[in-house]
């Protein structure tokens, strides 16, 4: 935004500051002028602290979105056959759905289109976990990414530089200046790269617990309303489900050790909260995206396709056309194995009451399996197992989870870590439910 503009950024900064509403045509100005490097940090910095303050109108949160969409370039999904869907979490530990739901809907005809990101911080990124399988390739041009789509349903990449950089740009500088946890600036950031994504359909999960960015479940339904209310404005079939992360998701938190409980998953050889949910959200993809009559319908299609096999059968196909090793749905053993195992049996007798995801997470990055640092490296083997569920009711000395390290006194640590973060009652606990809410559905 320069001098000509038709209004002065520090002019646009003091009316956010005094909690007025801005014009989308000049937060759209304001917005690509940042993104082009016509406005400094510092002023984008003022503006963001104002508008954490102040909130954001639906309109305004809008205006954000749709700038940033158009800072760079947008995925054309035009030739494909379809119907085109997309799904996100909001990150959590042990989330590996994207790598079963993503080969179930594309067996049951839809076409999965996934650019993703790495893990930073307690949570593994899905490419990072992709990654842990030999040969396996996240960096597809457009071209080679909709062609690989529209012949076998499903591609997983990272994303490029030119999707949404104002919001790469805007990201950087929220995380310098305390202004990450608004719920408008986190919608408007995901769904800037859903909608730049190109897909018709977009289903999110957005997670609320110990292990979640949003911890109180009326912080969660308030995104994810927010994300859903800007896809259907941008045209976009969207929902969401607000899922549990009050414990890991699955049991195995890591990398090959995801792909591991993936593939044991589409097997059908896992049973338990994970595939429960990769089938929930299989079933209100299918919805969204019109092969199901309703995702009660959807997720029986699921069941079917995961009992028939389709779904193995497209994981070994997508492997297979990212250069992975396809073996890997038949032979888990030529994954990364870490060379030390310890088992962490419960310290008492009593039903586990609480479990502090985002902690559990901590000390599975802290043998090796996240970063805290974009350019760290990640060691795909190490990994925590915490097959205890809450409610679930244990004896002093039964396990209930293992660790495995690279050597016996990291895995020591990480053992007395993990108990650490487990709670304990002598009462019995409830269980929480999986999916506290549905919105846009």
Known sequence: MTGEARVRAVDLIAGKR??????????????????????PDYQMAAFLMAGYLRGFTRSETEALTEAMVASGDQLDLGRLSGPTVDKHSTGGVADGTTLVVGPLAAALGMQVIKLSGRGLGHTGGTLDKLESIPGFRVGLGADELLDQVERIGLAVAAQTADLVPADKSIYALRDVTATVGNVSLIASSVMSKKLAGGAASILLDVKTGSGAFM????????????????????????????????????????????????????????????????????????????????PESGRRDAQRALEAGDGLERFREFVAAQGGDPRVADDLSILPQAPHTLEVEAPQDGWLAAVDAEAVGRVAAALGAGRQRKDDDIDPAVAVELSAKLGDQVGAGQPIGRILARDEDAARAAADGLLATLGWSDQPVEAPPLVHQVVGA
């Not at 005094?18 to 406005?39: C, K, N, S, T």
């Not at 045209?235 to 890991?248: F, S």
Request: proline share 3%; with cysteine; aromatic share 2%.
């Open 215 to 294: 911890h109180e479940t009326a912080e969660a339904v308030e995104l994810a309303r927010i994300c859903v209310d800007l896809g259907q404005a941008a045209g976009r079939g969207t929902a969401a489900l607000v899922t549990d992360m009050d414990q890991p998701l699955g049991e195995l938190i890591g990398n090959a050790v995801e792909v591991r409980e993936a593939v044991e998953a589409l097997r059908g050889d896992r049973p338990g909260r994970f595939l429960d949910l990769c089938l929930t959200l299989t079933g209100h993809m299918a919805a969204l995206a019109g092969t199901a009559a309703d």
């Open 18 to 39: 005094d909690g007025g509403e801005i014009p989308g045509d000049q937060l759209r100005d304001f917005v690509l002028a940042y993104a082009r490097e016509e406005l």
